[in-house]
């Protein structure tokens, strides 16, 4: 699952799609955490897609990452700044790989 305390835990190392990305990264094959707000571990995502069709204010895009093991689509935290803290994307994960920090 991903790491709640990302932020202390990890560094930001440069932004993609307008969100921040959390390292270590190394790609194709490690891809860090992306966003903030709500955030996505890319390296834990298998692109079950329940995010994207659950999200009330389309919060999530679909990224493509060739050469990742996992999954080689990934839901970017695109609209991040849009997120109502419902937590619904939270739930329906079925693999834990996101994170929203209401405070
Ligand atoms: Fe969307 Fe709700 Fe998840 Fe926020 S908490 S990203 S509004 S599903
Ligand atoms: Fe990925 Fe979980 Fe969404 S596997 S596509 S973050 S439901």
Redesign the pocket.
Known sequence: AIDPNFEQNREKVGEENGVAVWGPVDPPEKLGIHGTHVA?DFD?????????EDCPVDV?TWVDTPGHPE?E???EPTHEDQCIDCML?VD????D??DVDPG
Do not use: R, T
């Open positions: 996505v834990i995502c298998l692109a079950d897609g329940a995010c994207l999530f999954s689509l990934k839901a994307c329906v994960c079925p693999v790989a996101i």
